[in-house]
């Protein structure tokens, strides 16, 4: 089941699609990637829906790639004695650690944490933003606030500090249990959550033990600040705008969005846009104009893959979801303006000989006649350097590794192939060719290049490339030793 796109697409599942058809259906309309949010359902729940896509994914015979994102620590007020209480601008509100029910003048903060890395000017936002307070003066257990922006707060309403780096552990008690349980369940990828600095994904990377790959979530400004140092010891990044927008002013969000998915495509590494993309099509069976420029820019772009949350997880049309963010897909890379684009954004060649091979891949397959581009790869390094090259021809990624073939499901323009260990380039020449006509890549009279690494089974020693016939006698003949 080929795709008529490079950009992949990663659909949540949840309560509106939770059994075999529904995710059999998302699959064909186009989901490269299930999304299990570990704030949402059980654990029985999440084990019996891994088990529906390890069924789908050996029913169709392709990989397919399962995301676990974790929910990461939670901060919130407390509780009113009223439930609810109405902030007025210009007036004076109170956190502190006191249990007691509040009141118009006072809450319950009970994160003793944020209270110690708070100053004078710093700014609390509660319910995503809609209420805004300015802090006064503060202490070991108190903030004096003033209201700059009014409403209404109610019980236990989420709290954000933007201002500041927040002395709290990305893995809460509960992210701890979950990573455990899906890493044994056998999950293809990790998104962590409330990522502020690089330690946090260093210690996430000692929990995961190489279970799967690690994806952090770009959510907070200090994440932003810290992103090059992020990135470099991240597997891949999800942009996560709905929660960047809540701490930041909304238009800083695009010229982040920008710069971060140029910096993951330099990196050879994966990048999701995240959020609210099709958010209308929770209720609606068509989206609006605007969230279809909104997916269209994350795909001019170059980013790897674009996500569903509730659309496709608790909404009334996830098919329908999937199926139009595919068709903006396919509309936007046949538009010329998107090749301009992608290859003006190319970065200069990487130095190195693995770096050499790639460019020079994609550079032969689009000066000749050539159907794809085939990479026998372990670690998928090599496929995610092809990746990087942005090439007008399809990747084909071969790996005898289920777990990389399957995380390859995220990275752009890569169709994953299960293949054996092989021990010399003629049969991995004749297994690329194989594998581009069976694929209907190719056929009998179409050239393609394959690239490897000799000696086979070393990860990261691609050194070799070559332009070759489909026609499996042809290969043979060609090179009869």
Request: charged fraction near 25%; proline fraction near 6%.
């Amino acid at each position: 089941m080929r795709r008529l796109r490079n950009v992949k697409i990663v659909a949540t599942l949840g309560p509106a699609s939770s059994d075999y058809e529904m995710i059999r259906a998302l699959f064909e309309a186009g989901a490269d990637v299930f999304r299990l949010n570990m704030s949402h359902g059980s654990h029985d729940e999440i084990r019996e829906r891994h088990q529906i896509i390890r069924q789908i994914e050996n029913d169709v015979g392709r990989p397919v790639a399962i995301l676990a994102d974790l929910q990461g620590p939670k901060l919130r007020c407390g509780v009113f004695a009223g439930d609810s209480e109405e902030l007025v601008e210009g007036e004076r509100f109170r956190f502190d650690l006191d249990p007691t029910e509040g009141d118009s003048t006072r809450v319950c903060l009970p994160h003793g944490e944020i209270f110690e890395a708070l100053e004078p000017g710093s700014t609390i936002l509660v319910n995503d933003g809609k209420i805004r307070l300015r802090v006064e003066s503060c202490g070991a257990d108190f903030a004096e606030c003033t209201v700059m922006t009014g409403g209404t707060i109610s019980n236990r309403k989420g709290v954000n500090v933007p201002d500041v780096v927040l002395p709290v552990a990305a893995l809460s008690d509960k992210d701890r249990k979950d990573l455990e349980f899906v890493c044994d369940l056998g999950v293809d990828w990790l998104a962590l959550s409330f990522v502020q600095r690089p330690e946090d994904v260093e210690q996430a990377r000692d929990l995961v033990r190489g279970r799967a790959a690690v994806l952090s979530k770009i959510e907070k400004p200090a994440a932003v600040k810290a992103f090059d140092a992020i990135l470099a010891v991240s597997d891949g990044i999800m942009v996560a705008r709905g929660d960047l927008g809540v701490e930041l002013p909304v238009q800083n969000v695009p010229p982040i969005q920008k710069r971060l998915v140029g910096a993951c495509r330099n990196a050879a590494k994966p990048v999701i846009v995240a959020t609210q993309m099709l958010e209308s099509m929770i209720e609606s069976p068509v989206p609006t104009r605007a969230e279809v420029s909104d997916v269209a820019t994350a795909i001019y772009e170059g980013a790897d893959a674009v996500m569903l949350s509730a659309e496709s997880a608790a909404g009334d049309y996830p098919v329908e979801a999937v199926t139009t963010m595919n068709a903006v897909a396919v509309e936007i890379e046949t538009d010329p303006t998107y090749r301009d684009m992608i290859e003006a954004s190319r970065g200069v060649p990487r130095p190195g000989v693995a770096g050499g091979i790639v460019s020079a891949a994609r550079e032969i397959a689009e000066t000749a006649d050539i159907k794809a581009i085939c990479c026998f790869t372990h670690s998928g390094t090599t496929a995610e350097l092809v990746a990087r090259e942005r090439p007008r021809v399809p990747i084909l990624a071969l790996t005898p590794f289920a777990a990389v073939g399957r995380r390859l499901c995220l990275t752009w323009g890569i169709n994953c192939f299960f293949a054996g260990d092989v021990e010399r380039f003629k049969m991995a020449v004749v297994a690329a060719a194989r594998a581009a006509r069976e694929g209907g890549f190719a056929d009998e009279s179409d050239q393609i290049v394959v690239t490897a690494g000799i000696p086979f089974n070393v990860p990261g020693s691609t050194n070799i490339l070559r332009v070759a016939p489909c026609e499996e006698r042809l290969i043979f003949r060609a090179d009869p030793e």
